[in-house]
């Protein structure tokens, strides 16, 4: 895989680019390979420049659920214990087994 293109190869292919130049000449000229110049005519009629947008979201996407998120509140604060609505510390609750 070739390595990335300069900010000014890409900018010299951009230009080459409007001038409609062949794409065989443009790889020749800036020293690139023909599939970059094709993915830069790409990149500048879908996205508008060079390189395309980053994506918002990556990775995996979380999808935890209300119960998962109690869970790993108890796992962190395994000190209080929670009756209802209101919350009391185990220490004070040694009358329950």
Same mark, same amino acid.
Not at 35 to 57: C, E, F, T
């Given at each position: 895989?070739? @390595?990335?293109? !300069?900010?000014?190869?890409?900018? /010299?292919?951009?230009?080459?680019?409007?001038? *409609?130049? +062949?794409?065989?000449?443009?790889?020749?000229?800036?020293?690139?390979?023909?599939?970059?110049?094709?993915?830069?005519?790409?990149?500048?009629? @879908?996205?508008? !420049?060079?390189?395309?947008?980053? /994506?918002?979201?990556?990775?995996?996407?979380? *999808?935890? +659920?209300?119960?998962?998120?109690?869970?790993?509140?108890?796992?962190?604060?395994?000190?209080?214990?929670?009756?209802?609505?209101?919350?009391?510390?185990?220490? !004070?609750?040694?009358?329950?087994?």
């Amino acid at each position: 895989m070739p @390595h990335a293109l !300069s900010q000014s190869k890409s900018n /010299a292919v951009k230009v080459m680019l409007e001038l *409609n130049m +062949t794409h065989d000449t443009i790889a020749a000229e800036v020293k690139c390979s023909e599939r970059q110049v094709r993915r830069i005519l790409h990149n500048l009629l @879908h996205y508008g !420049s060079v390189k395309r947008p980053k /994506a918002d979201q990556q990775g995996r996407k979380p *999808n935890l +659920t209300a119960e998962m998120e109690q869970v790993s509140f108890f796992h962190v604060n395994p000190n209080i214990l929670i009756l209802g609505t209101s919350r009391i510390p185990k220490s !004070s609750m040694y009358w329950i087994c």
